[in-house]
Each structure stands twice: as C-alpha cells, then as structure tokens.
C-alpha cells in the first residue's frame, strides 16, 4: 500500500523528502490502529481520524504544527484512497487542521562579523570545497538539501547565477555576490572529479546532507545551517532587499514566511528608542 501511495506522490510532484515523511506519517498511523483496534483498516474512517487528532494532541503532546504535518499526510493518502477507487468518503477535513499563531522568526543570533570570521577560520583550514560551501550558505540562502544535490550544470559563475532545485522540484535562479563566485572558483581549481554533482568528496561522487552538517560541527559550536539561513534572510532584507527578492531568493513557499524575518533585533529597538 505504501509503496503504491509513494508513487502516487512521487507523479504530484513531491519531493523524495516530503513523500518519504508522508510515508513515515501514514506508518504511524497505521501501528496506532494496530495499537488500539489490532488491526490495519483498509480504509480511512472519520471517527478514527478524530481519535487520533486527540491521540497526537493529548497523548503525544504533539504542538499544532507538528499535527498538521500529520494531517496533511493522511489528506493525501486519502485522495490516493479516493483516486484509486479504495475509498469514496473524504475524511480529513480543513476543519480538522489546527490554527497556528504565526511567530516573528527570532533575530538572527549572529552577526556579519561572526560570518566572516567563520569564513576565516575555513579559508585558513586549507579546505576549499567547505569554505565554498559556507560562504554559499552565508550568502545565498540555500538549504542542505539544495547544495548537496546541487549540480556542475546548474551553476553558471559567469552569470553569477544559480539553477537551484528545491522542494517539490521547484526551480529558482539565485543570483550570487563576488565572495561565493570567487570561493566556488577556487575550489573548482582543485576539484578533481568526473561526478555531476558541484560539492563531492574522496568517497562519493556527492555529499550527503549530514556530512555537510559535520562541516559546521568541525568548525563552530554556535553557527549552523540554519544559522546561516537565517542570518541570509535578516541580513538581506537589511541590506535593502524587498521582501519579495527575498522570498524569492530563499525558495520560500509563501512570503508571508518572509515577512517573519522582519521582526527588529532588541538593540536595534533600543537604538530606535534612543532617538525618540
């Protein structure tokens, strides 16, 4: 069944990472059912639904977000169910996904001079490939996953552009600043390789998202990708980036995520409050 509603997602046009959390989801469900009723019901039912809403928010504690993820997955195995003629009933409802109060993003935690100087401390270990990949990181606004897929051909230094591929294998052009056309450069000069892929290593044509992850463990203990991801977003808009450039640029799914990037550190605030 699972592997059927897979290839369902995969012809929607999922992500391999979003159709194998959907998978994970829908496994869960089914080991809950398994759990409480000892068995595996060929369909979806609406009053099981209900019983595991309850069961994610009462018993696992799970916050909204993380149970709508979960009902988002059952949705579609639902409509498989209906496309596939196993089902003719729709039971997750909109009404059954929980409101999230949207948060201001928090401030970037890390400063531009914090940046750099992790840049420096890359530059002086004598790897270029990671000092491309965090100078990449700080100023383009990639994910992991995005640059470890990321491709010889989607890259045009020239240009100063880059194809990024992202969920949903939706396409961007990120348009890229002279620190990553340089730092890419260099690494090319050492770069010997006949893989596809732009980032690999001794042992793989390609790297994997965790050995990036073990990149910036080896180098810091407060800057991350997701540090780095946000200070891009915070630092761009301060910058004088609209937040549609930015949206853009960072591959976000609505501006309204954006515009939570918007929030003003505490001392900028202070520095406000000063002048009044």
Aim: some cysteine.
């Amino acid at each position: 069944m699972l592997k059927l509603f897979s290839l369902y997602l995969h012809a929607m046009g999922k992500s391999h990472g979003t159709v194998s959390v959907y998978c994970q989801n829908i496994s869960q469900y089914f080991r809950w059912c398994e759990e409480t009723f000892d068995e595996r019901p060929s369909q979806l039912y609406r009053a099981n639904v209900l019983e595991y809403i309850s069961y994610m928010r009462n018993i696992k504690g799970y916050n909204p977000k993380t149970v709508n993820h979960h009902l988002s997955s059952l949705r579609s195995y639902n409509d498989w169910l209906i496309e596939s003629g196993q089902q003719t009933e729709t039971v997750v409802l909109k009404n059954d996904f929980m409101k999230i109060q949207l948060q201001y993003a928090s401030p970037s935690t890390v400063t531009k001079k914090d940046v750099e100087a992790l840049r420096q401390r890359l530059l002086e270990s004598g790897s270029k490939r990671d000092y491309a990949i965090v100078t990449l990181f700080a100023y383009s606004g990639i994910r992991r996953s995005e640059c470890a897929n990321l491709k010889l051909d989607q890259v045009d230094l020239t240009a100063r552009e880059i194809r990024v591929i992202g969920k949903g294998d939706k396409q961007r052009l990120v348009y890229i600043n002279d620190k990553i056309v340089y730092a890419m450069r260099e690494y090319l000069k050492e770069r010997n390789s006949d893989s596809p892929y732009f980032f690999v290593s001794r042992q793989s044509e390609k790297l994997t998202p965790s050995r990036i992850n073990q990149i910036f463990n080896k180098y810091s203990n407060d800057i991350f990708l997701k540090t780095l991801r946000l200070f891009f977003c915070s630092h761009a808009l301060e910058s004088g980036f609209s937040i549609h450039e930015v949206s853009n640029l960072a591959g976000h799914s609505s501006i309204q995520v954006t515009m939570l990037y918007t929030n003003p550190t505490a001392q900028a605030m202070k520095d406000k409050a000063n002048r009044l």
